[in-house]
C-alpha cells in the first residue's frame, strides 16, 4: 500500500532530442534566462543597452538557427522531447512568422526616441499620481525586465504553436501570457488605465485558462492521454461518453478563442490594447493572434477532425459573432487603439473561417493570412505611436482630423495599411481573405463566406472613415505632431509595411511555403 | 469537490469492498470538507473564510492519501494548504480585512444574470460529467501504483513523457519573480547611511537627537503605562507610548460628547433610527 | 512525517490500521494544545493593565495602520509571499524525482539540476536587486 521507499524501478533512457529543431526556442529561452542574470548583475546605466544588444541577438540567432534547419527539415515533420513538440512544415511556418514579428516587436520596445527613456515606466512599483511618480517622468530610466519577459513570451508563443499535447500547450499558454499581462500594466503615461488594462486581461485571462484546463482534464477522462492523437483516435472508436469529449473540447476552445481574441470571448481586447503600452499592444496584436491561431489549427486538425460533425455548428456561430461584433462594434470607436481592436476581432472571425475549413488549402490560408495580418497591425501600432501630443499619444480619432497636411507619410503609411486591412487589392490583406475565403467555399461554406464577406465590407467602412478624417478634414489647430522615430521604431514599420506590399504583389513563394505540409503528430 | 468524492467512494464502493478504516476517516473527513466549505461562504470576516477553506483543502488532502495518491495529498497541503492560501491571506491583508466590494452595479441585472448563467453552467458541467463518469473505465489501482510507488512512478512521467513541460515550468516560476519584483518592489537606491542619519538628527532634522526616554518603573509598578521621572523630579510625559494615552481619551471621545451633548440623541419624530455615526471606531 | 509514514507501511498490513499511530500522535498534540492554553487561562494571575492590551507590553509602538482600509499591509510583502510559492512549487518537483533518483540516473540529474539552476537565476535577481532587504 503506501511504501513511499519504492522497489528498484528500471532505469530510463536518456531521450533522443532532435536538438537542431528546437534550437531556435531553446535560444530564445536560454537568452531570457540570461536576461534575467544581466538584470540582476548588470549596473543599472548600461542595462537598457545590454539587453537590446543580447534580444537582438537572441531572436537573430533564433531566426539563424530556424532558417539553417528548415532549409533541409524533413518534409513530414518530426516529433521530439517525447512527442511533446512537433515540428513539422506549419510550426515551421509559424516560427517563421513569430520570429519576424517578435524582431519587429522588440525594435518597438526597444525605442526610446518616440517617448523620451522609452514606452515604459521607470519603476512600476510606485503609485500613480504620487510626488515619487512626477519624480520618476523626469528620470529617463525604464523597466529593463520587458527585455526577458518579451523573449519568454516569444517563446512560448513558439512552443504553443508546436505543442503535439494539451499539457504542454497549457504550460506554453501560461508562458506566453504570464508575461503580457505583466507589461500591460507597465505605461509610463495614462499608468491607471494601463493597470486598470493588466488587472482585466490577468482575471479574465486566469479565467480562460482555467476553462483550458477544465477542458483538457474532460478530455483526459475520454482519452486517458493528453496528446492530441490519442484524442482524435479515442473519438474514432471509444464507447466513452461523448459528453466528455465534447465537454472537454468547448471548455477547451473558450480557452483558445479567448487567447485569439475571437468573439463572445473578446472583451477583454478593446480595454487591453487601449490601455498598454502601445509597443506591447503591437506585440499582443501581432504574435498573439499568429500563436492562438497556430494552436487552434493544430488542436481542431489534429485532435478533433474526425468529429468535425458535431462541434462546426457551434464554431460558425462563434466566428459570424466574431465577425459581427468586431465589424459593427468598430464602427462606433472613437479611439484609435480600440478601433483597431475591433478591427482585430473582426479579423479573428475571418481567420477562423479559414480555420473551420479543415482541408489543406484552408490550413495554409489560414497560415498566409496570419503572416500578412501580423505585419499590418505590427506596423499600424508602430504608427498609432507616433501621433502625440504633450500628453502623450493622441489616440482620438479627432485628433487625427488633416493629419496628411501635417505628416503626409506617415498618412500615407497609415493608409496603405488601413486598406491591407480592409482587404482592397494589391494588398496583402487582400491576398489573405482571398484564400481564405475561397477555402471556406471550397469547404461548403458559402453562406458563412457570405457573412464575412458582408462584415470586411462593414468594416471597410470604419477604416476608409479613418482615411477620409486624415486627407480631407482640416487640422485643429492644436492638434498632435507626428514624431519622428528614430532607427527602431522606423526599421520595424518599414519591415511591416514592406512585408504587406510584398505580399500583396507577389504573394505566391508565400503561398507556396504555406502550403507544404501538413501537421505531424 | 465533496460531490465527486462521493461519487469516487460510490464506485469504489462498486469496485472493492471499503475497509473499516476507510470508511471512517471518510465519514469523519467528508463532514469537516463540507463544513469547511459552507463556512468558507458563511463566514462573514474574510480571514474567517480563508481559515474555513484550509480546513476544507486539508480534509482533501488527507482524503487523496487515504484513497492511496499519496503524492496527490502531499501536494495538496504543500501547494493548495500552504502556497495558495498564503497567497489568498497576503491579498486579504494587501486590500484591507474589512474592506468590502462597492454594491453598484454599471451593468444593472448584471448579478442577476451572472448568477443565473454561472449556476447553469455549474449544473450542466455537474450533471453532464457525473453521468458520464459512469462509463469511464478506471485504470485501477493496481496497475496505476505498479510496484506499490505511486509516487516513483509520477516521478518516472515528469522526467520522461512530461521532461519539456515541467523544464518550461521553471520559465514560469522566474516570469512570476519577475513580476513581483516589477510590481511590488521599489528600489530606494539612495537609503541614508547610519552615519548620515547620525548627522541629520544633530542637524535638527528630527524632533530630537535622542531616542526618547523608558517608561519609568518603580517598586509599585511594573507597568509601561507609569512615566519617567526628570532629574528634577518632573514628570516626563513623553517617556510613555503615545498609544497609551491616546487609547484612553480616544475611547472616552464619543462618550465626553454625548454627555457634553454635542451628538445629537435619537429624533422622537424620526420614523427610522437616525443612523449610527461613522467614523469612530 | 514522510519518515513515520513509510515505516509504518512496511511494518503493518494493507488496511489503515498502520495510520493509527498516525492518529495517535494527532491526539497527543491536540490534547496538549488544549490543555496548556485552559491551564494558562485558569492558574495564572490575571492583573488588568491598559498597556498589556496593546499588541506590544515592552512598549513598541506598533505601526500605525489607516482606519478606512481596515488594516492593510504595505505590498512589499507580497514579494516575500512569491518567493514562497517559487520555492514551494519547486519542492514539489523534487519530491518525486528525489524518491525515483536512481532510475532517471545521470539523465535525471541534468534536468533537475537544470530546473533548480533556473529557478535560480529568478532568486539571483530578486537578491541582487534587494527583494530580500527589508526597508
Keep these: 500500500m503506501l511504501a513511499l521507499q519504492p522497489p528498484p524501478q528500471a532505469p530510463i533512457d536518456a531521450p533522443q532530442i532532435e536538438y537542431s529543431a528546437i534550437l531556435p526556442v531553446l535560444i530564445l529561452l536560454g537568452a531570457a534566462c540570461i536576461g534575467v542574470l544581466v538584470e540582476a548583475f548588470v549596473s543599472k546605466a548600461s542595462r537598457w543597452a545590454a539587453q537590446v544588444t543580447l534580444s537582438l541577438l537572441a531572436i537573430l540567432g533564433a531566426g539563424l538557427a530556424f532558417v539553417l534547419y528548415v532549409t533541409d527539415s524533413p518534409e513530414r515533420g518530426l516529433t521530439t522531447l517525447y512527442r511533446t513538440i512537433a515540428v513539422d512544415r506549419p510550426a515551421l511556418f509559424l516560427w517563421g512568422t513569430l520570429l519576424a514579428l517578435g524582431l519587429g516587436a522588440l525594435l518597438l520596445i526597444a525605442d526610446r526616441t518616440v517617448e523620451r527613456g522609452g514606452a515604459f515606466v521607470a519603476q512600476a512599483g510606485i503609485r500613480p499620481g504620487t510626488v515619487q511618480d512626477r519624480a520618476q517622468m523626469a528620470s529617463g530610466g525604464m523597466q529593463t525586465e520587458v527585455f526577458p519577459l518579451t523573449l519568454f513570451a516569444l517563446s512560448g508563443m513558439m512552443i504553443f504553436c508546436a505543442a503535439n499535447d494539451l499539457l504542454t500547450m497549457f504550460i506554453a499558454l501560461e508562458v506566453l501570457s504570464l508575461p503580457l499581462y505583466l507589461m500591460c500594466g507597465l505605461a509610463r503615461r495614462r499608468r491607471l488605465i494601463s493597470q486598470e488594462s493588466a488587472v482585466k486581461y490577468f482575471l479574465l485571462g486566469a479565467f480562460a485558462s482555467a476553462f483550458f484546463l477544465y477542458g483538457l482534464a474532460l478530455l483526459y477522462g475520454y482519452a486517458g492521454s493528453v496528446k492530441l492523437a490519442d484524442i482524435a483516435n479515442a473519438a474514432a472508436g471509444s464507447a466513452a461518453s461523448d459528453t466528455l469529449l465534447f465537454g472537454g473540447f468547448g471548455l477547451l476552445v473558450v480557452g483558445l478563442m479567448f487567447k485569439a481574441s475571437v468573439g463572445p470571448f473578446h472583451a477583454w481586447t478593446p480595454d487591453v490594447y487601449q490601455g498598454s503600452p502601445t509597443p506591447i499592444t503591437a506585440f499582443m496584436a501581432a504574435c498573439t493572434k499568429v500563436a492562438a491561431f497556430g494552436g487552434i489549427l493544430r488542436v481542431l486538425t489534429v485532435g478533433f477532425e474526425s468529429t468535425s460533425w458535431e462541434w462546426r455548428g457551434v464554431l460558425w456561430v462563434v466566428a459570424v459573432a466574431s465577425m459581427v461584433i468586431g465589424a459593427v462594434l468598430g464602427l462606433t470607436q472613437t479611439d484609435i487603439k480600440r478601433m483597431l481592436a475591433y478591427s482585430s476581432i473582426a479579423h479573428a472571425g475571418f481567420l477562423l473561417v479559414g480555420a473551420l475549413a479543415l482541408r489543406p488549402e484552408g490550413l495554409s490560408g489560414t497560415l498566409f493570412y496570419l503572416l500578412t495580418y501580423g505585419f499590418t497591425t505590427l506596423a499600424a501600432f508602430g504608427a498609432v505611436s507616433l501621433v502625440r501630443d504633450s500628453n502623450g499619444e493622441a489616440t482620438h480619432l479627432s485628433q487625427w482630423a488633416g493629419l496628411a497636411k501635417r505628416s503626409p507619410v506617415l498618412a500615407w503609411v497609415f493608409a496603405f495599411l488601413l486598406l491591407a486591412m480592409a482587404g482592397i487589392p494589391l494588398t496583402s490583406g487582400f491576398i489573405g481573405k482571398f484564400v481564405v475565403f475561397s477555402a471556406g467555399i471550397q469547404d461548403g461554406m458559402a453562406p458563412l463566406v457570405v457573412i464575412a464577406l458582408v462584415a470586411s465590407a462593414v468594416a471597410a467602412f470604419f477604416y476608409l472613415r479613418v482615411i477620409v478624417l486624415m486627407f480631407f478634414s482640416d487640422p485643429a489647430p492644436d492638434g498632435p505632431t507626428v514624431t519622428v522615430p528614430g532607427t527602431f521604431t522606423t526599421a520595424a514599420i518599414t519591415l511591416g509595411v514592406l512585408v504587406t506590399l510584398v505580399l500583396g504583389l507577389v504573394p505566391a513563394f508565400a503561398l507556396d511555403w504555406a502550403g507544404t505540409g501538413t501537421f505531424a503528430f | 469537490m465533496s460531490n465527486s468524492a462521493m461519487l469516487l467512494a460510490q464506485a469504489g464502493a462498486e469496485v472493492a469492498k471499503v475497509s473499516t478504516g476507510e470508511a471512517i476517516s471518510f465519514w469523519i473527513l467528508a463532514p469537516l470538507a463540507l463544513g469547511g466549505a459552507l463556512g468558507m461562504i458563511f463566514a462573514r470576516n474574510a480571514v474567517h473564510s480563508a481559515m474555513f477553506l484550509v480546513l476544507t483543502m486539508l480534509s482533501l488532502g488527507v482524503m487523496y492519501m487515504v484513497q492511496q495518491a499519496p503524492f496527490l495529498g502531499f501536494v495538496q497541503i504543500i501547494v493548495y494548504t500552504g502556497a495558495i492560501m498564503m497567497l489568498f491571506l497576503f491579498v486579504l491583508m494587501l486590500v484591507g480585512r474589512d474592506s468590502s466590494d462597492s454594491v453598484v452595479e454599471v451593468l444593472r441585472g448584471q448579478r442577476v444574470w451572472a448568477a443565473i448563467l454561472g449556476i447553469g453552467l455549474a449544473g450542466l458541467l455537474v450533471t453532464g460529467v457525473a453521468e458520464a463518469l459512469t462509463s469511464v473505465r478506471p485504470v485501477g489501482l493496481a496497475e496505476q501504483n505498479a510496484g506499490g510507488a505511486n509516487v516513483a512512478n509520477i516521478g518516472r512521467s515528469v522526467f520522461t513523457d512530461y521532461l519539456f513541460p515541467f523544464e518550461l515550468t521553471s520559465a514560469l516560476l522566474i516570469t512570476a519573480a519577475l513580476g513581483a519584483m516589477v510590481l511590488g518592489y521599489t528600489d530606494k537606491s539612495k537609503r541614508r547611511t547610519q552615519r548620515e542619519t547620525a548627522d541629520a538628527r544633530f542637524r535638527g532634522e528630527h524632533d530630537r537627537p535622542s531616542p526618547l526616554p523608558g517608561p519609568g518603573v518603580y517598586a509599585t509598578a511594573n507597568s509601561v503605562a507609569v512615566p519617567a521621572l526628570l532629574p528634577d523630579g518632573s514628570i516626563a510625559p513623553e517617556s510613555v507610548s503615545a498609544i497609551i494615552e491616546a487609547t484612553a481619551s480616544r475611547e472616552l471621545a464619543t462618550d465626553i460628547e454625548t454627555v457634553a451633548g454635542a451628538i445629537p440623541g435619537p429624533d422622537a419624530h424620526a420614523l427610522k433610527p437616525a443612523a449610527a455615526k461613522e467614523g469612530d471606531k | 512525517m514522510v519518515g513515520d509514514v513509510s515505516v509504518m507501511a512496511q511494518s503493518s498490513g494493507s488496511d489503515l490500521g498502520s495510520y493509527l499511530p498516525l492518529v495517535f500522535l494527532l491526539a497527543l498534540g491536540a490534547i496538549f494544545a488544549g490543555v496548556s492554553a485552559t491551564l494558562g487561562a485558569l492558574v495564572g494571575p490575571k492583573r488588568y493593565n491598559r498597556a498589556k492590551l ?82
Excluded at chain 3, 65 to 92: K, N, S, W
Excluded at chain 3, 108 to 129: C, D, H, N, S
Aim: charged share 15%; aromatic share 18%.
Design chain 3, 54 to 135: 496593546e499588541a506590544y507590553e515592552c512598549g513598541i509602538e506598533p505601526s500605525p495602520q489607516p482606519v478606512v482600509g481596515g488594516g492593510r499591509v504595505p505590498v512589499a510583502y507580497y514579494l516575500t509571499a512569491m518567493l514562497f510559492i517559487l520555492f514551494d512549487i519547486e519542492m514539489v518537483f523534487l519530491y518525486p524525482f528525489a524518491v525515483s533518483a536512481d532510475a532517471l540516473g545521470v539523465f535525471g540529474l541534468v534536468e533537475i539540476v537544470l530546473f533548480i539552476a533556473t529557478v535560480g537565476f529568478a532568486y539571483a535577481y530578486v537578491w541582487r536587486r534587494g527583494g530580500l532587504d527589508w526597508n
